[in-house]
């Protein structure tokens, strides 16, 4: 994975963040506080963010993929899920205690007794789980507060649930996409008595470990053309690693467990009141980060347009909106870890800015690296490098070119035609034409 130029320390990351950070061996380093991340957000599930080019706001929906070779460390997530998702799972536990008892008096009752009403049960750690299931899980928040909430979803083996159960699986592969969006319903009508139907908002996060022929099968070519693959995060840790000894993750001292305790009981706090009622929506101003993301933007459109990749202008949005999420969390937990004065909010922006820019370009590099060049060939777009990898067309063209040298080339590399690159080059001002009546153009070096 290309290694973003903009790099990220501990200094920049909130004391419960900081934690994992200091705790991994480097090269695990980014995969564990992005796990980390990840279930703080599905503990944040009540909060909202505006970004900036949408009109609604977001909930801060993460999917993680960590990839790595068989016995290269992915059970490192483990551990950090257990930690910081141990509320969520004991409110589980007591919740299926109570699904259980019901479905004994059912077994047990006489048949011409009647039973009582079946019990509203919400329960939010998945780790595999069929269609119907899944839809009547989401429905029972809707039963119990009014308003869905995320869940968790968490598997250590990614192979798993792309083997045992193919058909199920290509159910949750539709959802995934409608998962990542707040308010995006998933519908389900069915015939059969034993489904479950309802018209819900099913959204999660989640994490996924597995290995490259795994990531294969759950990423195919229908999942990188309708958009999924947009959707992840994608983290290796198996880079550089060869012949290196087994990693050591040092140990939590009970200053840093009691420190991520008192984290993980504020966004309980934030989500649930003493007698099990939601809390009222959390709303974060993230207006102050607005024109740093436009502004990353706006470079990977002028890179767009001198690459002519269909692969970068599709997956650049993605990752900008995962980063912005990502960052969001990073805020919060600034926030409500040091709860800042006036004099200090100023860096922690700055921090949190940095770690935009990081994760943004950091997230990118990872899709166009996996999937860039199939998403291109996809679109009959192809190149002569590697894998996710382009030359730009604008840089293969010489300082001064015609417009029927820019055509010759479009025709080569199989592009758009030479006049949509010429009016976008001239709108971007990447290029100028001395004479009006000659079709002849020049390259302005702006720096990107």
Not at 148 to 165: G, V
Not at 247 to 261: A, G, S, Y
Request: net charge neutral; aromatic share 10%; hydrophobic share 35%.
């Amino acid at each position: 994975m290309i290694k973003p130029t903009t790099t990220l320390s501990a200094s920049n990351l909130p004391p419960s963040l900081r934690v994992f950070w200091d705790t991994a061996p480097e090269q695990f380093r980014i995969a564990a506080i992005l796990t980390a991340l990840d279930c703080y957000c599905a503990l944040g599930t009540r909060i909202r963010a505006k970004y900036v080019y949408d009109l609604e706001p977001h909930a801060l929906l993460i999917q993680l993929l960590v990839l790595g070779e068989p016995g290269s460390g992915k059970s490192f997530t483990r551990p950090i899920v257990k930690q910081l998702l141990r509320p969520l799972k004991l409110k589980d536990i007591e919740q299926k205690r109570i699904e259980q008892a019901y479905n004994d008096l059912k077994k047990t009752a006489a048949k011409n007794k009647q039973l009582p009403e079946e019990p509203i049960t919400c329960t939010r750690n998945l780790q595999t789980i069929t269609r119907a299931k899944l839809v009547k899980r989401a429905d029972m928040f809707i039963r119990k507060y009014g308003e869905p909430l995320s869940f968790f979803f968490f598997n250590e083996e990614l192979a798993t649930m792309t083997e045992s159960n193919k058909r199920a699986f290509a159910d949750l592969n539709t959802m995934d996409r409608l998962a990542y969006d707040l308010g995006a319903e998933y519908g389900s009508d069915t015939l059969s008595d034993a489904s479950y139907n309802a018209d819900v908002d099913i959204i999660y996060c989640s994490l996924f470990c597995g290995t490259e022929n795994a990531l294969n099968e759950y990423i195919n070519k229908r999942a990188i053309e309708g958009g999924n693959c947009t959707r992840k995060i994608l983290t290796r840790i198996d880079e550089d690693l060869l012949g290196e000894d087994a990693p050591v993750f040092r140990r939590q001292t009970e200053q840093e467990r009691n420190l991520i305790t008192q984290t993980i009981a504020r966004l309980m706090d934030e989500t649930y009141t003493d007698d099990d009622r939601l809390q009222p929506i959390l709303n974060i101003d993230m207006e102050w980060i607005e024109n740093s993301v436009r502004k990353w933007c706006a470079e990977q459109r002028t890179i767009i347009l001198k690459t002519g990749s269909r692969a970068h202008n599709c997956f650049y949005k993605r990752a900008s909106v995962s980063a912005w999420r990502l960052t969001c969390m990073l805020y919060h937990l600034w926030c409500i870890d040091d709860i800042p004065n006036p004099s200090t909010l100023s860096p922690i922006k700055k921090h949190c800015i940095k770690f935009y820019h990081f994760m943004a370009q950091y997230i990118l590099d990872g899709l166009l690296t996996q999937w860039g060049r199939q998403y291109d060939e996809m679109h009959k777009h192809d190149d002569d490098v590697n894998k996710g990898v382009v030359t730009p067309l604008y840089d293969q063209i010489p300082t001064q070119f015609s417009r029927d040298q820019l055509q010759e080339l479009c025709a080569k590399l199989g592009l758009s035609p030479a006049r949509i690159f010429l009016h976008k080059w001239k709108k971007a001002k990447l290029i100028h034409q001395p004479d009006l009546h000659q079709e002849i153009y020049i390259k302005n070096y702006i720096k990107n």
